[in-house]
């Protein structure tokens, strides 16, 4: 079927899976539908633990709506959501005490204190350690007795960020924390979410339509449009897979494709074709073996061979196609 993408979607790669590592979250055909809208529409994704996985979209692409009903939050219209092994249900509470969870926005008591909202949410997680509370607040430079109102928006967000942890989650979901926030304090939330990846076993799953981000964090990710997942893999495959091919100005303007595209053989798709100040632009993935890019255009006229930033490439993934003609 076709994507409406330039792409096939058996031509998108399912994530590579490792037999022995348990899947942390795993979702099959789900859709969820506000009256006309499909916000999801068969979305099928996989979350191993260990992971840092990242979700990434435009606006409206989706994410929000699948993390919901993760949480429990939203119910879907069907599908399967499976938490650890297990399909979300009766059990919701019991999984969601293994979640931890930082929204978009962070909706706090403005009366209350990081003390004060500590001792609050602790009464909701068995888990709970005040221990490490106390250090991630000191880590973090939050005053533990001031008013949250006072709060900047990078301070809620790492305040947020304390309170999932403080429990020590088996799976943190963050649903585009750093929406809002200034250049300096997303890179530091950033980094606090890499070196939690780098120095904790757990799993680590959030949305963005940031591709620095993503790319700065992530070693999986999944690219989700019109509630469909249109890749999901490793972030290094995506990367090796996909080039620009370029051709510069010809006196006749006629480009004629390189052979081997023209038969459709080796792998290679193309996913966008168009014309740009007089030279022609291809962008293609091959999937199957990325080497082959290395040595395909030698006597192919005056073709180059381009490798391509993630921003790029998801741009190029999720536009509509500008066919050549």
Not at 113 to 140: C, H, N, Q
Request: glycine share 10%.
């Amino acid at each position: 079927m076709d994507t409406g993408f330039g792409l096939q979607e058996t031509q998108l790669p399912a994530l590579e899976l490792i037999e022995n590592i348990p899947d942390v979250i795993e979702l099959k055909n789900l859709s969820k539908n506000y009256g006309k809208v499909k916000a999801l529409n068969g979305l099928d994704l996989t979350v191993k633990e260990g992971d840092v996985y990242g979700f990434l979209g435009r606006n409206g692409a989706g994410k929000s709506t699948a993390i919901r009903i993760l949480m429990g939050i939203t119910k879907p219209t069907k599908g399967t959501v499976n938490l650890f092994g297990k399909p979300l249900g009766k059990n919701h509470i019991e999984l969601r005490q293994r979640v931890g969870y930082v929204a978009q926005e962070q909706n706090f008591y403005g009366w209350m204190t990081p003390e004060t909202i500590g001792d609050f949410v602790s009464g909701f997680y068995p888990t709970w350690d005040d221990a490490e509370y106390v250090r991630l607040l000191k880590g973090l430079d939050l005053p533990k007795d001031r008013k949250i109102r006072t709060f900047s928006g990078g301070m809620r967000a790492k305040l947020a960020l304390c309170l999932a942890l403080a429990y020590r989650p088996s799976l943190l979901l963050l649903d585009e924390p750093t929406a809002g926030l200034d250049p300096i304090a997303r890179r530091e939330f950033i980094e606090m979410v890499r070196d939690q990846a780098e120095n904790k076993t757990g799993t680590i799953f959030f949305s963005s339509h940031l591709i620095d981000e993503v790319e700065a964090a992530a070693n999986c990710i999944g690219i989700i449009e019109k509630g469909k997942m249109y890749y999901q893999g490793a972030l290094s495959e995506l990367s090796n897979s996909v080039r620009l091919l370029k051709h510069p100005p010809v006196d006749s303007g006629d480009i004629v494709l390189p052979s081997f595209l023209l038969e459709g053989s080796y792998g290679i798709k193309i996913i966008q074709d168009r014309m740009l100040n007089g030279e022609r632009h291809l962008v293609v993935r091959n999937s199957e073996n990325p080497d082959i890019f290395s040595s395909m255009f030698y006597g192919e006229g005056n073709w180059s061979v381009e490798k391509m930033s993630l921003e790029d490439i998801f741009i190029e993934l999720v536009r509509d196609p500008i066919r050549t003609l």
